[in-house]
């Protein structure tokens, strides 16, 4: 049980809403508005260093265990349909939650702060302003460290809030297992659906499992329908309108839209999209491709905004930057599309006792695909010495145990690492 969960009366809900709550109950806080979400995913955008897994360990501390917006078991199931959706999942995570806080504006909100440093940094980066050399490899490696940390405390978290009997510990266990012997991102859709079969089939929970919250958003069934057949209908015209118009911008904002609407999994997963749109059609050379990449490992926020670099060099428009703007809009329409459009659908499934059993066993599947990337590429990508780890164990320490706010816990571990490289 959560916190949370302790201050709410059995037998009673909470209602996280996107309206103002009712001040001065217990158990209850008032929705931050538009720009309050804003600031919160700025802050994050400018610290979230580590990839998409790492994003969700951020967004875990920020908005489960500091803000308390939603409890662990809601956490988990966004987690869940956003691993389900194509595009980048935890850029879809942060709009859900910009939704559920502040509705439309909450949703924009949260979007244009996570994202915005990366894509100005990528589009700075592509003008030939940023210069990313060996002088600031120690600081990257070290943010990497901290990184670990992060996913290793959200997994701790998660584990013990969702994992409490035999059954969900095995399925966690059977999720990481699979991810890390098959090494394949489709494996995430096969571990999710089989254990949403065996959670339906076999999880047994009492009345009182359930979490207690009733999530409320701007969104209707047949909003989300709409939004769901917009997404359709502009993978299959915009390619055709782009034909009929011979228009060069046009080819580049549907080769990007593209890119964002058939990836699963997101992060690395799209580089061989975008690699396939921009640089076989010879819009960007291989070698600008990967400086692009080399830059987006080195700075915080989604490894989507890419698409502000390529879409700099790409061509096509009347300035690079509106070229970087456009490709940036282009890549992440369709998640925004997809997660909005699927959110009623998703609170429909959280209200039914049979698919809160299915999500039950989705949230300790979700876990152990956390775990399986805690180790891969995150620890891989990361920890090449004893000192690595060391840094990693004290990060970890300083994030669970001494509750340290992230963001000093980022810039210790860059700095860390740094010094100890520049006196090696």
Known sequence: MTEKDAQTPPGQSETIETGVNPPGEPGRSRPDGAW?????????????????????????EAFVRQRRWLSDSVYADLVALCQFLPGPASSQVGMALGLMRAGWMGALAAWVGFTAPSAIALTLFALGVAHWGEATRGVVDGLKLVAVAVVMQAFWGMAKSLCPDRIRVSLMAAAAVCM?????????????????VIGWRVIVLPESA???????????????????????????????????????????????????????????????????????????????????????????GPLFTLAAYLGALAGGFSHPVVGAAAATLAIFLPAFLLVAGAFPLWLRLRASPAARAALAGINAA??????????????????YSATDAAIVLLAFVALLHWRIAP???????????AVMRLFA
């Open 36 to 60: 309050q979400v804003f600031l919160i995913f700025l802050q994050l955008g400018c610290t979230s260093f580590g990839g998409p897994v790492a994003h969700i360990g951020y967004f875990r």
């Open 180 to 196: 890390l012997v098959s090494g394949q991102v489709w494996m995430q859709l096969v571990v999710i659906g089989v254990a949403a």
């Open 210 to 300: 359930a979490d207690g919250v009733t999530v409320a958003a701007p969104v209707g069934l047949k909003t989300g329908v709409m939004l769901l057949v917009v997404f359709t209908l502009l993978l299959f015209l915009l390619p055709l309108l782009s034909v009929l118009t011979d228009s060069p911008s046009l080819d580049r904002i549907t080769a990007f839209y593209r890119a964002g609407s058939l990836v699963f999994g997101g992060g690395h997963v799209v580089l061989p999209l975008l690699q396939t749109e921009v640089v076989v059609t010879g819009w960007v050379s291989a070698d600008e491709f990967l400086a692009g990449y080399g830059a987006a490992q080195a700075i915080p």
């Open 366 to 383: 979700v876990v152990g695909l956390l775990l399986a990337a805690a180790y891969d590429p995150v620890w891989t990508s990361a920890v």
């Open 407 to 417: 963001w000093l816990v980022v810039l210790a571990g860059a700095a860390s690492l």
